[in-house]
């Protein structure tokens, strides 16, 4: 089955700086990798998705990119804000169902 | 997209007692999963609620411990059964509208304390 790998784990970045979030998958047959947002004690927030006939994906300050040879996405924040700080996890969908990465808690100090 | 509520938001059980969650849509969906995030975890998906059919369980779930029901499109029961302190978790239902979309939403969740 799909298995998820998403790194880092945590990350810590000052206002106004980039994060970036990478992620790999096992299943070539995966064609759909969404983005979620979860807050504490809130639930899973779809932020952007990208499908496997495109190679990236943008909307205002967050941008996805996919390399279906290398089987890896990878989630760009620009211009962070306080406001983006919560854990944000990538998934991949084959078989109909979405697997998650294990998460990446981010951090914006201002 | 999909508004998809839970009932109970949360709730305390004495081990060996069963918890039924439900998770209730306000469209027709032709998927909906149930999924548990352990404490500072990630979304680990449970099984695939199917309508009119046994639910397709992943590999470490089984139907005697998380029976589900799916009677029509549009609501979907989670049984926790014979809880154990290792059940305390997040239960989330989620749903794919279907169509050209395939987006995947969530339900708030259920918070679950096994005492």
């Known amino acids: 089955g799909e298995n998820v790998e998403q790194h880092p784990s945590t990350l810590s970045v000052q206002e106004g700086d980039s994060a970036v979030i990478k992620c790999t998958y096992s299943?070539?047959?995966?064609?759909?990798f969404p983005w979620y947002k979860q807050e504490l004690g809130k639930r899973p927030q779809l932020i952007i998705d990208?499908?496997?006939?495109?190679g990236e994906k943008k909307d205002q300050r967050i941008a996805v990119t996919l390399n279906k040879t290398a089987k890896h996405f990878s989630l760009h924040i620009t211009e962070t804000q306080p406001e983006d700080s919560a854990v944000y996890f990538c998934?991949?969908?084959?078989?109909?169902?979405?697997?998650f990465g294990q998460g990446t808690e981010l951090s914006v100090k201002p | 997209s999909a508004v998809i509520s839970q009932k109970p938001s949360r709730d305390i059980c004495q081990r060996g007692t069963s918890l039924t969650i439900q998770c209730q849509v306000d469209s027709q969906v032709t998927m909906m999963f149930w999924y548990r995030q352990q404490p500072g975890q990630s979304l680990t998906l449970i099984a695939t609620a199917n309508q009119g059919s046994e639910a397709t369980y992943e590999s470490g779930f089984v139907i005697d411990k998380f029976p589900i029901s799916r009677p029509n499109l549009t609501f979907s029961t989670l049984t926790v059964s014979n809880m154990s302190p290792e059940d305390s978790s997040i239960y989330l239902c989620?749903?794919?509208?279907?169509?050209?979309?395939?987006?995947?939403?969530f339900g708030p969740g259920t918070r679950l304390t096994v005492t």
């Open positions: 998934a991949a969908r084959g078989g109909g169902k979405l697997i």
């Open positions: 989620s749903v794919n509208t279907g169509g050209a979309s395939h987006e995947q939403y």
């Open positions: 299943d070539s047959a995966s064609n759909y």
């Open positions: 990208i499908r496997s006939n495109v």
